[in-house]
C-alpha cells in the first residue's frame, strides 16, 4: 500500500471518469483542476457522451485506457461508484478518488457499498482517497485532484495538513496568512487509504516539517500509532486537531462517517505518548503551524514579551497565567540593560511595557527584544502588539520585529491581541521574514505553550518496557484465563505487580471470615466479595473498623443476608488523600491505565487522566499533574503531601501490568488507593477479565 499511495499522490498520468464540457459541472472542475497541476501530468478524461473536451481526447470508457494510469477520479454518483471502480482496477490503475458518499439504503443480506468499494481496491492493490472527501493537493508534485474549482494558489511550503473535513481542508489552502503547503488532503472517510498512509508518506518527504491534522477517529489504531511514533522519532512535529470530545459530538462524528469516534481521554493518552500537540480549534492550528513551521525550537526556559500597553501587557499575564504558560524569570544585568533603555518610571521586568514618550520606536523596541533574546532564561520572545494600519504609514513595530529575529536564532514572534485589527500589509512584511505572526491572545499564547511543550516532549526519554518476570507473566494469563478473581487473588495480583496492598482474605463462611480476620489481626473491614458487585459502597457492602469478633459475626450475618456468603476480609488503612487507578480498555487502543480523584469521588468528579502504556515515571507524573486534585496531594491546610513517588511507582506498575496482561484485562479498578506521607496502599481491588484475542 505505501508504494500505491506514493503513486497516487505523485500520479504522472490520470483518468478523469465523468469529465463534462459543461462550464459549472462537477466534471468540468474536476477535469479543469486536474489540468491545472503540473507540467508533467498527463490527463484523460473518460465519458462516453463525448469524443473530445476542451482539446482533450476523451475516451468512452477506462476500459479503452490504452495503458494503466497512476490515478483515476471518480467524477460519479454513488450509484456508479461499484461498476467504475471495478473497471478502474480491471485496467490495471494504481489508485483512485472517490468524491461521492458511498451510501447506498441498506438491504438484508448485502454487504454495505463502502464495503465492497473497499474490497475492491484492496483486492487490485489500490489506494483509494476518500470516500465523501474533496480529494487532494500535492504542491510538491503539481497533482491536483480537487473535488472543487480553486482559484488561489498558496504558498508551497513545509505543511502537511490532513482533514477529515472537507471545508477545512478548502478553508486552510485559502489562508491569507502565508502558511506554506507541500500536500493537503481531505481524507474522507477513508474508506481504504486512512490517515496514517498519509503520515507516512508525509515523513518520507524532505519537504516536511510539520504535520497537521484534523481527524475525526482512528480507523487504524495501531497504523495511527505507528506513524506518528515515527514522526517523534524524526522530530517532525505532529498539531492534531480532535473533533469528538463531547458524548454529543462524538454521536454526530458516528453519524456522519461512520467511524467509531471512541473516548476522548484515549486520544489524550495516544497524543501525550507520541508527542502530539493538541489544539482546539482552528485558529489556534493556524497560530501552531505558523509558529513551528518558522523551524525555530524553544530553548530553556520562559518566554519574554514586550509590551506597548500596560493594560494589554495585564491580559496577556492574566491569559498566560490561565494556560500556564510560564514567563522567563530574567537576570539581573538583563533587567539593568533593559533599564538603560525605559523612560522614568518603567519597571524593567518581563513580561515588559515600554511605552513611554513614544520617540525612535524601532530602534527602543528592537533593543528591548535583543536584550531580552540574550538572556539564557529566555526561549522564546513576543513581540505583542496590536498590528494595525498606521495612518502615517509608520512600520516602526514591523522593522523592530524582524530586525530583531535576525539578530537570534531563538524563536521571535509578533502576538497581535486584536486579531479584527490586524493589518494584512503589515503582517505579510512580517511574515515574509520568516517571523510568525499570530492572531490572537488565547490562541497564541497556546501556540508559544505548544513550542515549549514540543521542546519538553523532545526531551523526555523514550519509554523502555520493563523486562518481563516470565513466571508471573504465565502464572497470572492461566488465572485470568479461568474463573472470575476473588477480592484477595485481585490484591495478590496487585502485590505481584509492586503495588503495596491491604491484606486481604476472602471467604464464603463465617468461620472462614473470623479466621482470616484473626490471621489479619483486629481492627479489620468487611465487604461483599460476590459476583458482578462492582460498587459495593453504595450497595452498603463495606462495613469498616470491626475490632473483635462479635462485631464481625453480626457484620458478617448482614452481609450474607443481603449481598451473599462471600466476602473479603481486609486490614485497615490509616486515612489519606485517595485516589483511582484502573486499567480500562478503549475499543479503539487497546489498554489504557488510569488515575483519578479516588473514592466516591471517582465518578462525581470525572477528574482523570488516561495514559498509553508502557509508562515511565516522567509520564506517569505527567498523568498525575493533569488532575485537579494534583493541588491536593502536595498537601494544603497544614496536611502533609502525599509520598508522590510511591504514587508514581504504583502508576507505572499498573503499567507493566496492563503491557503484560492487558489483552485478558476488560477491566481492573483500584479504588481507593490511598496516599499518604508514608506511601500509597490499595485498599481494594476489582479485575474484570475477558477472553483473549485469538491472534
Known sequence: MTAAVRVMLEARTVAVVGASARPGSFGSQLLGEARAGGPGVVVTPVNPRYDSINGLRCLPSLGAL?????????????????????????AGARSAVIYASGYEPAAPGRTPLTERLAAIATDAGMALCGGNGMGFWNLDHGVRALGFQENAVPPIGPVTFLSASGSAFSALLRNNRRIGFNLVVSTGQEFVTGLADYIEYALDQPTTRVVSILMEAAREPAALRAALERAATLDVPVVALKVGRSARAAELVTAHSGALAGEDGAYEALFDACDVLRVHDLDELCDTVELLSAGRRAGAGGIASIHDSGAERALVVDAADELGVRFAAISDSTA???????????????????????SDTRTLFTEALRVMADDDSVSAVALSVDLVREHDGDLSYVQAVIDSAAATTKPVVLLSNAHSSLDAASADLVRAAGV????????????????????????????????????????????????????????????????????????????????????????????????????????????????????????????????????????????????????????????????????????VLSDRSLGLPPLDRARAEAMLS??????????????????????????????????????????????????????????????????????
Open 66 to 90: 490504452p495503458a494503466p494510469v497512476d490515478l483515476v477520479l471518480l467524477g460519479v454518483p454513488n450509484g456508479a461508484l461499484e461498476e467504475q471502480l471495478t473497471a478502474a482496477a480491471e
Open 336 to 358: 539593568a540593560r533593559l533599564g538603560a533603555l525605559l523612560d522614568p518610571g518603567l519597571e524593567p521586568v518581563n513580561p515588559l511595557d515600554i511605552w513611554g514618550t513614544g
Open 626 to 695: 493533569r488532575l485537579r486534585v494534583r493541588a491536593v496531594l502536595d498537601g494544603v491546610r497544614g496536611r502533609p503531601g502525599v509520598d508522590i513517588d510511591a504514587v508514581t511507582d504504583a502508576v507505572v506498575a499498573l503499567s507493566t501490568l496492563a503491557v503484560e496482561l492487558g489483552d485478558l484485562v476488560d477491566a481492573l479498578d483500584v479504588n481507593p488507593l490511598v496516599c499518604g506521607p508514608g506511601g500509597a496502599v490499595a485498599v481494594d481491588a476489582l479485575v474484570v477479565t475477558c477472553p483473549p484475542v485469538p491472534g
Open 436 to 603: 510568525p505572526v499570530l492572531e490572537g491572545t488565547m490562541t497564541g499564547l497556546r501556540a508559544l505553550r505548544h513550542l515549549l511543550r514540543l521542546r519538553d516532549q523532545r526531551s523526555r526519554p523514550v519509554v523502555e518496557p520493563a523486562r518481563p518476570d516470565a513466571e508471573r507473566v504465565d502464572r497470572w494469563r492461566a488465572r485470568l484465563a479461568g474463573a472470575p478473581l476473588r477480592a484477595s487473588e485481585s490484591m495478590q495480583l496487585l502485590a505481584d505487580y509492586g503495588i503495596r496492598v491491604a491484606r486481604t482474605e476472602s471467604a464464603d463462611t463465617l468461620s472462614g471470615a473470623i479466621a482470616g480476620a484473626t490471621s489479619i489481626g483486629y481492627p479489620v473491614a468487611l465487604k461483599a466479595d460476590g459476583p458482578g458487585l462492582a460498587h459495593k459502597s453504595d450497595a452498603g457492602g463495606v462495613l469498616l473498623g470491626l475490632t473483635d469478633e462479635g462485631a464481625l459475626a453480626d457484620a458478617y450475618l448482614d452481609l450474607a443476608v443481603r449481598l451473599g456468603p462471600a466476602v473479603s476480609v481486609s486490614s485497615m488503612v490509616g486515612t489519606g488523600v485517595e485516589l483511582a487507578l484502573g486499567v480500562v480498555r478503549d475499543p479503539q487502543l487497546g489498554p489504557l491505565v488510569l488515575v483519578a480523584a479516588g473514592g466516591v469521588l471517582v465518578e
